[in-house]
């Protein structure tokens, strides 16, 4: 099954989810290069934004992401990776399991906007 990569320039997000609990660890995205190496090494290899270069996830850190199944959306525009994590477990550059660390409070935002219109 082929990704459109077309939707967003050459980029399609790829979401990274542990295999053995459903935790969601991040989000990176993925060009056609990044998306092949993935499916072909089985270690999750992103496309970096900031460097334009392709990265595999832990080659430094040796917190590598195995591949245990890889997916796509009905658009075929998202990639769904789950994952054995290898390592320490560390996923996030901030040293946390997982990227999403920060809660957002629910309904500040409509909090505000009423404050605004009033």
């Not at 320490?88 to 906007?113: D, I, N, W, Y």
């Amino acid at each position: 099954m082929e990704i459109d990569f077309d939707k967003m320039q050459g980029l399609a997000p790829a979401v990274v989810q542990d295999a053995g609990t459903g935790e969601l660890l991040m989000v990176g995205f993925m060009n056609r290069e990044a998306l092949d190496k993935t499916l072909h090494t089985g270690f999750v290899t992103f496309y970096s934004r900031t460097r334009q270069t392709l990265w595999t996830k832990g080659e430094s850190s040796g917190n590598r992401l195995q591949v245990v199944a890889a997916w796509t959306d009905c658009d075929r525009d998202t990639v769904l990776l789950r994952v054995r994590v290898l390592g320490e477990g560390k996923v996030c550059h901030t040293g946390t399991r997982s990227c999403f660390t920060q809660e957002l409070p629910l309904g500040a935002a409509l909090v505000g906007q009423e404050r605004a219109e009033r």
